[in-house]
Every structure is written in structure tokens, then in C-alpha cells.
């Protein structure tokens, strides 16, 4: 494989200049970041340039005997991230060109090599020839290592432990003396990739997915990325470490499922994201029978590798098992597949889906809490009627928990049908917290149990559950848009707007976020803003130009109130059409400054249980009509005077 590499040493290809000892390049004199498998790669592909490097060769040479790894895998997304920092690719490749199924090969020509000395680009350390394993710890210390843990690499190197010293690798202590904690506090489980060749089969890879990101949130002391934020990275190979750092973790879950037949096989590896580090892999191959077992056992192992201080009540509820049809299973995550895809069309499909799982295992209750879950969402889309909508859900909640007492899921959707329509404010704080208790990562728990202090006027803890439930969903728009919302009601409107305009950088497509943001220029005093901020929501929505000349000389003349009155007089709102929103009705009215007519349609709300209804306490576009009897008397029947603000 050529003659080795003799440090210290640079060598010189294209813009690159990439120092043999520091694991260093620099392209322009700009240094650029280079983890220690790619280097081992590309310094394994120099010395050997123009001649084609096996696969089996890179893998002797990236791993020891007797480490456990997925190596085809490991070595094709090592080669991946050597691709990105160069910014080569495979179809057309400028430096590393890929014999399918066999290696790799350099073919950029080397413009020359150079002694460290000689070279002003890089400093070196040092000057000699080194051993493999103290360039090992000239490269730790460089990338900021501390001396306690470059010691202990050298220990464990010499004593031929590569794998424990990524499982046992830790935080030093600090410059006050002190030790920190685990080095693992949070992590994400990216969308497990599906290998088979039929895209069909995709639906069970994003459930294999959703089950592991539920099973590790059920550990208090880890935080867990929720699922709408993981699986915006399907398909997207980016670098770790920028997915981490978009996420805000300290470690990455990634795999893959392969299915064939009733056979499963799952590979999953966990990365230290800063290092992008692999600090353990391993493949599983189990009957579709006993997938579940098989799920809970990664997550278990995973716990153990981050090193987590489990309470003894985490280890027995990760050892909890939900035994399960076969055919139930799989229709219950055919369902899952279309619930996350949250249209109505969707959502209807899933309870097809959900109500099959039941009728093939009627013991199985994370169907009837997904079931029950659907029927509030569409009762929500008014795509069914909220009263039969809720009695469904009730019913379905009741037999989950009989069956499964400790299920967190099913608690949080006890909790939001008792808020949003039952009006049992005690009840559902009750149940919010149980689900949060049992599962702290669960976003839905989360949020539901800010909704339910925003109800009660408790401002302070609900902006600090809706910053919590961000934190586990960090780009999820719902989410993003509830703590908008949040701060909006906590009357924290500096922190309002600089959300409101994060969610629209996350999404500019949003048309609701630009209609959030206009509520709080109203609730502001920011007139002329709300307007064109207003103006500009209609016209996402497809108004004609006819339609938003009328609506701009209503505003030219009396700001916001000019603005709704036009509007009113274009939609004419009816209280007998099923079809109109109530809520947004009433909102609309209170900018015309038409409260009499607000005050009619908040009646319909409460009747038909219109979302929002529950924040009429704190909600600052009502703020006018708080010493209206008549408003006064709604919120005396909900149970909310003694919350309003």
C-alpha cells in the first residue's frame, strides 16, 4: 500500500494543504475540520494514489480486530464525510473516484510534499518520525482534549482498547475543580434508513424510528429529540456535527432497517456529534414477532452507552413489553405513517389503519391511544364533529389506560380532551403531568401542560413547558408557533416578535406564523406594522387583486378597524354556516370594533368548543371586553374567572 507516511510532513493537492501530523487541512489557508476516520482515509489514498485501495484494505486499516461494527456501512459513510469536506462527489469526482463494491482511489494529482518546517500554512510540534499511537494523542490534544483524557487514550490505546475508549470516553473536570456530568445529556435518533428496494416498505422504517425515539424518551436524564424535528433529516446527508448543532444534541442515533419477509434486521450506531465519533455499533436480526423486544433492547443498550444514571423505575420501564400481533403491528404502523402526514385525507387513512390493528390485537394499547389521538385532530379540522369526535377519543383513552395504566401517550391525549372540550381544567393538569412524569421527552405532554398554565394564567411555568417542548421539537412549526404564542399571551412581546420571526425563517411558506405575527403587532400598538403584515397574510392566501384593493382602502382609511370592516363586508359571516370558524370570527370583530357581535360569536365558540376558547382568560386581543358583563358571563361558565388576568 505504499510506503508509509513519514510525519511531520504536508501534502499539497488542488487548494488543499493537509498536514500528516495534525490531521489538519487547510484549503486557502482556511483550516478546515477533519475527523480521524476521513483522515485515515485520505492519507491511506494518498499514499497510494492511482492505485485502486480495496475496501477490505480501509477497513483493516480504520479497525482493529475484534471491533463490532458494521464495517460495509461505516466505511461508505466515513468515505461520505471525506466527500463533504472536499467537496467531491461520486457522480463526478475531482479527487476520490469509487470502484463499485470494490475501493476507492486518488486520482488528483499531488503538487508536492513539504516538511512542516518549511511550511509557514501549518505549525507543527515537533519533528521525527511518530508512532501511530502518539499521533493519536498529538491529534486529541489538538482538538481540545484535555491532558487527563489524552493520558487515558494513550492507556487504553496501549492496552489495545479502541472501543471502550469511545463508550467510556467522558468530560474532564472543570478549571473550578469540579466533575461534570455525563458527556451524553441529549441526543437524536435520525429516520433509520429503509434498505429495501420497494419505497412501500418506508412506512416501517419511520416506525421502527418513532418507537426508539419513544423508548429513549422515557429516560428522565436524557433529553431526546421528538420525531417532526428528527425526520426532516430523511434522506439529507448532512455532516453530523451540523445536524447536531441544529438540533442542539450531544450525540446522533443513525441506522437502517432491512425487511424481508417476517425477517428484520436493524443496524443502528451512536455518534458522538462534536467529534463525530462513533462510540458504538451493532447489527440485530430478529422474527417481525419480536420486533418490539427487539427495539427495547437497542434502547437499552444505548442508555447504557451513554452512560445514564437511571432510576430503577427507567430501567423497569424500559423493560416494559407491549406483546403484539404480527398483522396488528404492521397496519398499526401503516397507520402512524399517514397520521404523520397530517391531512385530512391522511388522518382518515390512519384510522382505518388504527381500527384494523385493534380488531387483529384488541389488546394493544398504543392503537387505541393513536386511534383516539385522530379523532380529536380531525374533530380539530372540523373534518367530523367534535361531539362525536370526543366521544370517540373518551371511550378509546379509557380502554388504552385500562390496558396499559403507565402509557404516557394515552395520558396526553386524556389531558387535551379534557382541556380543549370537557373544560376540566383540574383533571387535565392532572393528567399532563402524569404523561410528563412517565415520559419527559413526549412533545405533546409537554405542550398540552403549557396550555393548560396558559389557561390558568400561570404565564411564568407555561413559557417555561412551551421553551421545553421547543427544545425536544426545535423545528417543528406547531411547536415553534405555540411558544410564539406563548410569550404573546405572557405579554413578553419583544421575545413574541423575535419568535414570531424565527418560525417564519424556519418556514417562510407559513401564511399562519405571518398571521401571528400580525395579532401581535395588534396587540402591540403597532397599527401601520399589522396592517401590512395582515395585507400581506391575505395575499399569501390567494386574495384576488380585486379583493386586496378593497381591503387596502378600508385600512388607508382606519388602520386595522378599516381593514376587518372591509373584510367583513366581503366574507359576510354567517352563525348558521357549519363551515365558518367561530374564534377567528370573534377575533375579526374585535378589530372592527364591533364588540357586540364578538361577544355573539364567542358564544358559538364555547358551544362548539373552538380551539382557543380556554385562553380567553389571558388572550390579549379580548383585553377591551373585560369589563363587558356579557363576556364576563362566558368565562364565569367555563370556570374561568378565577384565572382571568
Known amino acids: 500500500m505504499g510506503s508509509p507516511v513519514r510525519n511531520p510532513e504536508t501534502v499539497h493537492f488542488a487548494d488543499y494543504i493537509l498536514d500528516l501530523e495534525t490531521a489538519e487541512l487547510r484549503r486557502n489557508g482556511t483550516r478546515i475540520v477533519l475527523q480521524d476516520q476521513p483522515f485515515q482515509i485520505l492519507t491511506t489514498l494518498i499514499e497510494s494514489q492511482g492505485r485502486l485501495v480495496t475496501r477490505e484494505e480501509l477497513i483493516k486499516k480504520l479497525w482493529p480486530s475484534g471491533t463490532f461494527v458494521d464495517f460495509e456501512q461505516s466505511l461508505t459513510r466515513a468515505v461520505g464525510r471525506l466527500r463533504e469536506t472536499l467537496g467531491d462527489t461520486a457522480e463526478q469526482p475531482q479527487f476520490i473516484e469509487t470502484f463499485p463494491r470494490k475501493g476507492y482511489r486518488f486520482i488528483a494529482p499531488i503538487t508536492s510534499r513539504t516538511k512542516a518546517a518549511e511550511s509557514a500554512a501549518i505549525p507543527m510540534v515537533g519533528a521525527g518520525a511518530r508512532s501511530e499511537m502518539e499521533r493519536v494523542a498529538e491529534r486529541s490534544k489538538h482538538r481540545h482534549r484535555s491532558l487527563t483524557a489524552a493520558l487515558a487514550s494513550l492507556f487504553l490505546l496501549a492496552a489495545g482498547l479502541v472501543l471502550v475508549i469511545s463508550i467510556l470516553g467522558r468530560r474532564t473536570k472543570s478549571s473550578t475543580g469540579t466533575t461534570s456530568q455525563p458527556a451524553i445529556q441529549s441526543l437524536a435518533v435520525l429516520p433509520l434508513e429503509n434498505l429495501s428496494a420497494d419505497p412501500s416498505q418506508d412506512y416501517f422504517a419511520d416506525g421502527m424510528t418513532d418507537q426508539l425515539i419513544t423508548d429513549l424518551g422515557q429516560i428522565s436524564t436524557l433529553r431526546v429529540i421528538s420525531r417532526t424535528s428528527a425526520m426532516q433529516y430523511r434522506g439529507i446527508h448532512k455532516p453530523l456535527p451540523q445536524i447536531a448543532r441544529a438540533l442542539n444534541v450531544d450525540a446522533i442515533v443513525e441506522g437502517t432497517v432491512l425487511r424481508s419477509g417476517d425477517q428484520v434486521r436493524i443496524t443502528a450506531q451512536l455518534i458522538e456529534a462534536n467529534g463525530d465519533k462513533q462510540l458504538w455499533a451493532q447489527s440485530y436480526q430478529r422474527d417481525l414477532a419480536n420486533v418490539l423486544e427487539l427495539q427495547k433492547e437497542i434502547a437499552n443498550t444505548i442508555a447504557t452507552q451513554v452512560k445514564m444514571k437511571l432510576a430503577p423505575g427507567e430501567h423497569l420501564r424500559l423493560g416494559v413489553e407491549r406483546p403484539v400481533n404480527t398483522k396488528a403491528y404492521e397496519s398499526y404502523l401503516r397507520g402512524e405513517y399517514y397520521l404523520n402526514r397530517f391531512t385530512p385525507d391522511s388522518l382518515t387513512k390512519a384510522t382505518d389503519y388504527f381500527?384494523?390493528?385493534?380488531?387483529?390485537?384488541?389488546?394493544?394499547?398504543?392503537?387505541?391511544?393513536?386511534?383516539?389521538?385522530?379523532?380529536?385532530?380531525?374533530?380539530?379540522?372540523?373534518?367530523?364533529?367534535?361531539?362525536?369526535?370526543?366521544?370517540?377519543?373518551?371511550?378509546?383513552?379509557?380502554?388504552?389506560?385500562?390496558?396499559?395504566?403507565?402509557?404516557?401517550?394515552a395520558h396526553a391525549v386524556r389531558g387535551w380532551s379534557l382541556l380543549q372540550y370537557d373544560l376540566d381544567f383540574t383533571r387535565a393538569g392532572v393528567e399532563f403531568k402524569r404523561a410528563v412524569e412517565l415520559n419527559p421527552n413526549n412533545v405533546e405532554a409537554r405542550q398540552g401542560l403549557g396550555e393548560y398554565y396558559l389557561t390558568l394564567g400561570q404565564l411564568q411555568q407555561a413559557v417555561q413547558e412551551m421553551e421545553k417542548a421547543r427544545e425536544l421539537d426545535p423545528?417543528?412549526?406547531?411547536?415553534?408557533?405555540?411558544?410564539?404564542?406563548?410569550?404573546?399571551?405572557?405579554?413578553?412581546?419583544?421575545?413574541?416578535?423575535?419568535?414570531?420571526?424565527?418560525?417564519?425563517?424556519?418556514?417562510?411558506?407559513?401564511?399562519?406564523?405571518?398571521?401571528?405575527?400580525?395579532?401581535?403587532?395588534v396587540a402591540n400598538g403597532m397599527d401601520a406594522k399589522a396592517v401590512s403584515t395582515f395585507m400581506r397574510f391575505f395575499e399569501k392566501c390567494g386574495y384576488s387583486r380585486a379583493r386586496l384593493d378593497a381591503l387596502q382602502i378600508g385600512a388607508t382609511k382606519s388602520g386595522v378597524k378599516g381593514l376587518f370592516q372591509a373584510w367583513l363586508r366581503q366574507e359576510r359571516p354567517d352563525l348558521n354556516n357549519s363551515a365558518e370558524n367561530p374564534m377567528i370570527t370573534a377575533e375579526v370583530y374585535i378589530y372592527a370594533q364591533d364588540d357586540g357581535a364578538a361577544i355573539i360569536w364567542l358564544e358559538k365558540a364555547v358551544k362548539t368548543r373552538s380551539f382557543g376558547i380556554t385562553l380567553l382568560g389571558v388572550d390579549p386581543i379580548f383585553d377591551k371586553l373585560r369589563s363587558d358583563p356579557h363576556f364576563m358571563s362566558i368565562l364565569t361558565r367555563m370556570g374561568l374567572t378565577r384565572f382571568d388576568s
Open 475 to 521: 423545528l417543528a412549526s406547531i411547536v415553534n408557533a405555540a411558544l410564539c404564542k406563548t410569550f404573546t399571551l405572557a405579554r413578553r412581546y419583544d421575545e413574541a416578535l423575535a419568535q414570531c420571526q424565527a418560525n417564519l425563517d424556519l418556514d417562510p411558506a407559513a401564511v399562519g406564523a405571518i398571521a401571528d405575527l400580525g395579532k401581535l403587532y
Open 355 to 409: 381500527r384494523q390493528a385493534i380488531v387483529k390485537d384488541s389488546s394493544y394499547a398504543p392503537a387505541y391511544t393513536k386511534l383516539a389521538g385522530t379523532y380529536l385532530m380531525l374533530g380539530n379540522m372540523d373534518v367530523m364533529p367534535k361531539k362525536e369526535s370526543h366521544h370517540n377519543a373518551t371511550a378509546l383513552i379509557d380502554t388504552a389506560l385500562r390496558l396499559d395504566p403507565s402509557f404516557a401517550a
